[in-house]
């Protein structure tokens, strides 16, 4: 297949008033497979083949041109409305291609709240009921390192660190893994540590050896805990907005 050659597209003005808003696949012409799904308007789609830098598209690139060859450029759907729309495809295909598969840096617009999940999880968030907390807990926010079929030990190490907390959070009795305003978990903290002084299992030492924060080692948490306060809303505790993923509750 080392022979295949394939042209660089260009997109004439009368073409692209008709594209509107567009989601695109960079296909590998010796394999047939998207290694790239992008979005945009205008030209945007062919952007990418003038770019410089160290990313896995970039180097997919090279390595095409190094062989003569040029990426295949698909439209996947194009005269959508509005960026949005756009956005929310882009993403779905993301989430359904996998970003093994891909060169893309990251999920699509989202993706983490709109994009690909079981039912299930839809089901929890959706369904969650407000609780009232009666017992002393920290709440910590892992938005950002929270992913739909993470394990029970990778949802344990996103939870327990690493953190900037004062000496309040001796007087936490409980931790609770909060995605998007629902209690993931409940932890039983047993004690606190120096951020990167206890060994994790799914988060690289770079990852969590931070001056200045704090990680607990779980302790065992009560069934009728988990049971009162796991699955349930606690919006109204968390300041919508905020920057700081921390919230004390009766501490």
């Not at 029970?152 to 907390?165: D, F, N």
Request: aromatic fraction near 10%.
């Amino acid at each position: 297949m080392g022979n295949l050659k394939t042209d660089i597209p260009h997109i004439p003005r009368e073409v692209a008033s008709h594209l509107g808003y567009y989601v695109y696949l960079y296909i590998d012409p010796r394999n047939g497979k998207p290694f790239y799904v992008g979005k945009g308007k205008g030209y945007r789609a062919l952007a990418h083949l003038s770019e410089e830098g160290e990313t896995r598209k970039i180097h997919t690139l090279k390595e095409l041109k190094k062989r003569n060859l040029s990426p295949i450029i698909e439209i996947l759907a194009h005269a959508l409305t509005d960026e949005e729309t756009a956005l929310r495809i882009e993403a779905a295909v993301i989430d359904l291609l996998g970003l093994d598969g891909l060169t893309n840096a990251v999920r699509g617009w989202r993706s983490i709240q709109l994009g690909r999940i079981p039912l299930s999880e839809l089901v929890i968030y959706y369904a969650a009921t407000p609780c009232v907390i009666t017992d002393p807990a920290l709440l910590i926010r892992i938005n950002n390192l929270y992913r739909h079929g993470m394990s029970e030990t990778e949802l344990y190490e996103a939870t327990r660190g690493v953190w900037k907390l004062g000496i309040r959070r001796e007087n936490a009795k409980y931790a609770f893994a909060i995605f998007e305003g629902v209690v993931r978990e409940v932890y039983a903290i047993k004690s606190w540590h120096r951020a990167g002084s206890t060994t994790y299992a799914t988060r690289p030492k770079s990852d969590v050896a931070l001056a200045s924060r704090w990680e607990f080692i779980r302790g065992k948490t009560p069934k009728d805990i988990r049971n009162k306060y796991v699955g349930h809303s606690v919006a109204s505790y968390l300041v919508k907005g905020a920057q700081n993923p921390i919230a004390y509750v009766n501490v």
